[in-house]
């Protein structure tokens, strides 16, 4: 009863704030606050809401000098994916400032050494130091895969992964390196089409509560991409309709996107075209996904056959196209060309030449196509087989 008690008391504390606290530590506690509320946000999917108040906390750690805080503001935001707070550019400027807090520490408390130190917190100290050790091993790991897709060294990143199973390095204390790796691994598997093996992985820690409850979105997007790419329609919008649009609703935008490509590869092109019609406000976030749902258009009028309306738009896509080719991906802007050529005006007299179809195989020396983005339905794959088979 009195444990009971006792826990309780310290449950109530937490919500009980003090009259008089000195100043400093007063904003480190509503500091501490702010990170908690935003990790509770961010938790939900409301990326742009817990952004904010990682922003709100950064000030205030930065004004108090709460370099540790600093720290983990860093990690939230990059677990997250919120470079907007502080990005992998600004570690070596906290890494700085962060040993410079450990070093004043030191030096305050050096000749403070305790009588009788505790022995048990030794072996704290030597666990940390492993756990440090054995992070840092794995991080190494992940870099080395992520150093090998940059380099599009696929074979050497294979070579990595092999024999090497991301249940080995889960932590419970920090599962972010877990995380890290399988995503390396699941993105590099893509790259090579292995859409099974992605597949298989899923389904693998789908079947565990505990992980399907700690999985970031990336997950769930690779998870989506292995199915759509093997045309698994059904399993595609199961995703979009169980994780996607309940867990990250900060990112409808994207997944309405990439639901009305489904409806598009069905055929089913009302509906493809209401779907991107209605997220079309919201794509306005990224500009290659507006161009793009500008372009998937035009495509569905020409698989319509509505010529009149078809004209129209692509005058309408030339003039849109003119005030954002600084920033139109080098894709767009050659798919819109060539489609320009084939279907609008005046191409009724233009016959489809073999230089046209060279044209189109030299984009991908040019600008290389990536699977993760705007472009999930090849531009030149679909020009190829619908003038050129």
């Not at 900060?250 to 009302?270: C, F, R, S, T, V």
């Not at 209401?274 to 258009?297: D, G, M, N, P, V």
């Not at 090849?378 to 050129?388: G, T, V």
Request: contains cysteine.
């Amino acid at each position: 009863m009195k444990k009971r008690l006792k826990d309780e008391i310290e449950e109530i504390m937490v919500l009980v704030k003090p009259n008089r606290l000195p100043d400093k530590c007063h904003h480190r506690i509503q500091c501490l606050e702010l990170i908690l509320q935003s990790q509770l946000i961010l938790s939900r999917g409301l990326k742009n809401e817990g952004a904010k108040l990682l922003e709100k906390c950064l000030k205030s750690a930065v004004d108090y000098q709460f370099h540790d805080l600093v720290l983990t503001i860093f990690s939230i935001a990059q677990d997250n994916d919120i470079p907007e707070v502080l990005s992998k550019k600004d570690f070596p400027k906290i890494e700085i400032a962060i040993k410079s807090h450990l070093q004043n520490l030191v030096n305050q408390f050096q000749n403070e050494t305790p009588v009788g130190k505790s022995e048990s917190k030794n072996e704290l100290l030597s666990k940390l130091v492993h756990q440090i050790n054995s992070n840092n091993e794995h991080w190494r790991l992940v870099n080395s895969i992520r150093s090998s897709i940059i380099d599009d060294n696929l074979e050497e990143g294979l070579s990595i992964i092999n024999g090497v199973e991301p249940q080995e390095i889960y932590q419970e204390e920090d599962s972010t390196v877990y995380w890290q790796f399988l995503l390396a691994k699941m993105e590099l598997l893509i790259l090579q089409k292995n859409y099974k093996e992605v597949c298989r992985i899923c389904q693998e820690h789908n079947s565990n509560t505990k992980h399907d409850l700690e999985a970031p979105a990336e997950f769930f997007q690779f998870y989506f991409l292995a199915h759509f790419y093997q045309a698994h329609w059904e399993q595609a919008q199961s995703i979009i309709k169980n994780h996607f649009l309940p867990f990250f609703p900060d990112q409808n935008w994207k997944w309405q996107y990439w639901l009305a490509l489904i409806k598009l590869k069905q055929k089913e092109y009302p509906h493809s075209l209401k779907l991107l019609h209605a997220s079309q406000s919201e794509l306005k976030k990224s500009t290659q996904y507006y161009l793009a749902s500008k372009l998937f258009e035009i495509i569905i009028l020409i698989e319509q056959g509505d010529q009149d309306w078809l004209e129209y738009k692509i005058e309408n896509y030339r003039k849109l196209l003119s005030r954002w080719k600084n920033v139109a991906s080098q894709r767009i802007i050659l798919a819109f060309q060539t489609i320009n050529k084939l279907y609008g005006s005046g191409s009724k007299s233009r016959k489809q030449s073999d230089s046209d179809l060279e044209n189109i195989y030299a984009w991908e020396k040019s600008c290389s196509w990536d699977p993760f983005g705007f472009e999930l339905i090849r531009l030149d794959n679909w020009i190829i087989s619908r003038q050129f088979s």
